[in-house]
C-alpha cells in the first residue's frame, strides 16, 4: 500500500494540483479554493499557475489520523463552484471511502493468514503422515 503522503502516487500526475492534495494529506484538513488560479497559499503551483482551474475542494481520507489520501476536485471555469455542502458531501464521501479500504486492507491481511495458516496445516500434514506411515521396510 502507498500512501500519498509519501508522495509514491502524486510524482506521476501532472492533471492535478499536487501541491493542493499534499497539503491535505499532511494536515488531515479540507481545502476550499474559490477562485484557486487568483487567491491562496497555492497560486504558485505549476498545475494552477499553467492549467488556472478556478475551483477546487480536496478533503483528506484519514482513519485513526493515518493518511490513506485525499478525494481532489476541481472546476475548470467557475469561481466558488463548491459550497458548503459540497464540502459535506465530499466529506461524507471521504469517511465512507476511508472505510471501505480500511475494511479492504484488513480483508486483504486475513486473506494472506488464512493462506499461510492453509500452508503450515499442510506441511503439518505432510510431516504427520510421514511419522504415522510405514516405510518402505517396514
Known amino acids: 500500500w502507498t500512501e500519498v503522503g509519501k508522495r509514491g502516487l502524486l510524482q506521476d500526475r501532472e492533471n492535478i494540483a499536487r501541491a493542493v492534495i499534499a497539503w491535505v494529506v499532511d494536515h488531515g484538513s479540507p481545502v476550499v479554493l474559490g477562485d484557486a488560479c487568483s487567491q491562496g497559499a497555492f497560486v504558485r503551483d505549476a498545475y494552477i499557475y499553467t492549467r488556472r482551474p478556478r475551483s477546487i475542494l480536496c478533503v483528506p481520507l484519514a482513519l485513526d489520523e493515518r493518511s490513506l489520501g485525499a478525494i481532489y476536485l476541481e ?5 466558488d463552484h463548491f459550497d458548503q455542502r459540497c464540502l459535506e458531501l465530499a466529506e461524507l464521501l ?34 504427520q503422515k510421514t511419522l504415522v506411515e510405514p516405510g518402505e521396510d517396514g
Request: no cysteine; proline share 3%; aromatic share 6%.
Open 75 to 79: 472546476h475548470p471555469e467557475e469561481v
Open 94 to 127: 471521504a469517511e465512507e471511502s476511508t472505510l471501505a479500504l480500511d475494511n479492504a486492507m484488513k480483508y486483504k491481511v486475513l486473506a494472506d493468514e488464512k493462506r499461510d495458516l492453509e500452508l503450515q496445516l499442510k506441511a503439518f500434514t505432510e510431516d
